[in-house]
């Protein structure tokens, strides 16, 4: 197996912005954590604990429409018994939006009847965090149905913090992504840039695609038999390397005097792998 890739990556911008959510914490009500439900527990920032202190928070699994149906459910039940709150969601259908405001007063309740019995209509401020590309612009476009907050398929497109009036008393701050300066556990890392939290210019495209099939290989094996036409090939003990050498040769990805373009296949197969062509996969496990 190859070696995994060792993976920092933390600009200038991302310090600017942990210091920034913490200093507008005094004026939020609740968090509203949102992870990529292929990686429920990687996609989650560990300096957020931190940062969100015992403020009320929210764990929104987003883009399950390209996680395994059957491991999500078992990471709702882990978060679950952890006591948190759980919400799933696929932004770009819009699956599960409109449950997210009752949710929020649900969990509020308690806040919003002691205003009530004072008289005052108790506006609720909710923060929305989470890792670049994780699909927060996305959720709040959504919710929003009129100003929209900037969107495309690449990390790091929110540069500022900006609110969103999304319900009668109900507003929220979209924030840009933020990662933590090291990652401690190089898989996580590798997670990370699979699912494109990572900007793929500062990757090895090629390596990294490589650790995904033998990945694909030992836990989704017959997702990549079918996707590829692997009927024939013997995948057991198969090299990620090896494995995208067969896929570029089925899609004819050749160069000049025969040699199979790698590079090619590798942006390929990370593109089919992100869009769930290869199939509905989870990364993370217990």
Same mark, same amino acid.
């Given at each position: !197996?190859?070696?995994?890739?060792?993976?920092?990556?933390?600009? &200038?911008?991302?310090?600017?912005?942990?210091?920034?959510?913490?200093?507008?914490?005094?004026?939020?009500d609740i968090v509203a954590e949102m992870v990529d439900a292929r990686i429920?527990?990687?996609?989650?920032?560990?300096?957020?604990d931190k940062l969100i202190g015992t403020k009320p928070r929210i764990i929104?699994?987003?883009?399950?429409?390209?996680?395994?149906?059957?491991?999500?459910?078992?990471?709702?039940?882990?978060?679950?018994?952890?006591?948190?709150?759980?919400?799933?969601?696929?932004?770009?259908?819009?699956?599960?939006?409109?449950? +997210?405001?009752?949710?929020?007063?649900?969990?509020?309740?308690?806040?919003?009847?002691?205003?009530?019995?004072?008289?005052?209509?108790?506006?609720?401020?909710? !923060?929305?965090?989470?890792?670049?590309?994780?699909?927060?612009?996305?959720?709040?476009?959504?919710?929003?149905? &009129?100003?929209?907050?900037?969107?495309?398929?690449?990390?790091?497109?929110?540069?500022?913090?900006?609110? +969103?009036?999304?319900d009668k008393n109900i507003e929220l701050l979209d924030t840009p992504g933020?990662?933590?300066?090291?990652?401690?556990?190089?898989?996580?890392?590798?997670?990370?840039?699979?699912?494109?939290?990572?900007?793929?210019?500062?990757?090895?495209?090629? $390596?990294?695609?490589?650790?995904?099939?033998?990945?694909? $290989?030992?836990?989704?094996?017959?997702?990549?038999?079918?996707?590829?036409?692997?009927?024939?090939?013997?995948?057991?003990?198969?090299?990620?390397?090896?494995?995208?050498?067969?896929?570029?040769?089925?899609? &004819? !990805?050749?160069?000049?005097?025969?040699?199979?373009?790698?590079?090619?296949?590798?942006?390929?197969?990370?593109?089919? +792998?992100?869009?769930?062509?290869?199939?509905?996969?989870?990364?993370?496990?217990?």
């Amino acid at each position: !197996m190859n070696d995994a890739q060792v993976i920092q990556w933390f600009p &200038g911008h991302m310090a600017k912005t942990s210091r920034a959510l913490y200093e507008k914490l005094n004026l939020i009500d609740i968090v509203a954590e949102m992870v990529d439900a292929r990686i429920p527990k990687s996609s989650r920032n560990p300096l957020l604990d931190k940062l969100i202190g015992t403020k009320p928070r929210i764990i929104i699994l987003n883009k399950i429409d390209l996680a395994d149906n059957n491991c999500t459910l078992k990471w709702i039940n882990f978060y679950k018994k952890q006591k948190n709150f759980t919400l799933c969601v696929d932004c770009k259908k819009g699956k599960g939006i409109n449950l +997210f405001v009752p949710k929020i007063k649900n969990i509020l309740n308690k806040k919003i009847e002691a205003k009530n019995a004072k008289g005052i209509k108790k506006t609720l401020r909710v !923060m929305v965090v989470g890792i670049p590309n994780v699909g927060k612009s996305s959720f709040i476009n959504r919710l929003s149905k &009129g100003k929209k907050a900037k969107v495309e398929d690449r990390p790091g497109v929110t540069k500022g913090n900006q609110w +969103f009036i999304i319900d009668k008393n109900i507003e929220l701050l979209d924030t840009p992504g933020i990662l933590w300066p090291k990652f401690d556990d190089v898989y996580v890392g590798e997670k990370l840039a699979f699912i494109g939290a990572i900007k793929d210019q500062i990757m090895d495209t090629e $390596n990294l695609t490589c650790r995904l099939l033998e990945y694909l $290989n030992d836990n989704y094996q017959s997702n990549l038999i079918d996707r590829y036409k692997l009927e024939n090939c013997t995948m057991v003990g198969k090299t990620g390397r090896e494995i995208l050498s067969i896929i570029a040769q089925k899609r &004819g !990805m050749l160069l000049s005097g025969g040699k199979v373009d790698t590079e090619r296949a590798s942006i390929m197969l990370l593109n089919e +792998f992100r869009e769930a062509k290869i199939g509905k996969i989870t990364l993370d496990s217990f």
